[in-house]
Every structure is written in structure tokens, then in C-alpha cells.
């Protein structure tokens, strides 16, 4: 089925100018950008977007890092997107991300990995609903 999800382009990617080369690997699998913003958050923000991660120990650092720059929010739809956005991701951990993959290409470390993406349909739509409205999702 044709799903959306929410993709998150973080701050050590935007820093290094890797904006233009993730959306090619979007593309590329065939995904379809249909909604995209750069944007600051507060780490207040962060923290609500990574709610379900407030009891972890890596909590605080990764709202410190997600508010450190900007990022890029964006919507992904395609054929079966949830799974093939996480494909195209790599595991969490670069260091065990297959070959070809965003993070294995580029990401620095477990916490700086370059990218977020949902990892289900329901947290799919509160994600997408987190940072855009309706009328911004242009498929
Ligand atoms: P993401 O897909 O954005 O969802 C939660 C994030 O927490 C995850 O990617 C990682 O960037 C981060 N994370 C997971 N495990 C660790 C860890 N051990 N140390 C720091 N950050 C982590």
C-alpha cells in the first residue's frame, strides 16, 4: 500500500551540507518528497518529538543534539515507505548499517546518524502530524 512517513534530516547532516545527497537516496528507492522544511528546534520540542525515549539514559543528549542545528523535516510517500525509508537508512548504528546505506555513508555515531525515520504506521501519522498540517502534504 502507499504509506507516508516522517523523515528527519538531523543536525550533523545539515551541518555538512548532506541535504541534496540524502533526498537522491530518498529518491532513488522511490520515494517521493511531498512536504519538506529546514527548522530549528528548541530542545523543548525535541523532547516531545522523543517522548517515548524520556526514560533512556541517551535521552537528554540526543535533545541536546537534535536542538543543536537545524534540521529537515519531511514527509516521505511511496510504495510501502515506512519500510523502505528505513531500508534505505541502515541500522541505528552505523557501524552496522549495510554498505550503500545513509548511515552507513554518512552518519557519525549511534546518536549523530544523520537521519530519523518512523518505524511504524501509527507513529507515522503522529510524527507527520507533529510538524505539518494537512494542507503542506502535497503528494
Ligand atoms: P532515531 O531513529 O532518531 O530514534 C532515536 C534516536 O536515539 C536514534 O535514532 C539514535 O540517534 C539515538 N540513540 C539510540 N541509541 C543511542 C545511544 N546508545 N546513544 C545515543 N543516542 C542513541
Request: hydrophobic share 40%; with cysteine; proline share 4%.
Given at each position: ?28 528507492a ?47 510517500e ?18 552496522e ?7 552507513a ?35
Amino acid at each position: 500500500a502507499t504509506e507516508r512517513t516522517l523523515s528527519i534530516i538531523k543536525p550533523d547532516a545539515t551541518s555538512r551540507n548532506l541535504t541534496g545527497k540524502i533526498n537522491a537516496k530518498f529518491e532513488e528507492a522511490g520515494l517521493r518528497i511531498i512536504a519538506q522544511k529546514r527548522i530549528k528546534l528548541t530542545k523543548a520540542q525535541a523532547g516531545t518529538f522523543y517522548e517515548v525515549h524520556k526514560e533512556r539514559p541517551f535521552y537528554d543528549e540526543l535533545c541536546d543534539f537534535m536542538a543543536s542545528g537545524p534540521v529537515v523535516v519531511q514527509v516521505l510517500e511511496g510504495e510501502g515507505a515506512i519500510a523502505k525509508n528505513r531500508e534505505v537508512m541502515g541500522a541505528t548504528n552505523p557501524a552496522e548499517a549495510a554498505p550503500g546505506t545513509i548511515r552507513a555513508e554518512f552518519a557519525e555515531s549511534v546518536g549523530e546518524n544523520s537521519v530519523h525515520g518512523s518505524d511504524a504506521p501509527e507513529t507515522a501519522a503522529v510524527e507527520i502530524s507533529y510538524f505539518f498540517a494537512g494542507i503542506e502534504l502535497v503528494g
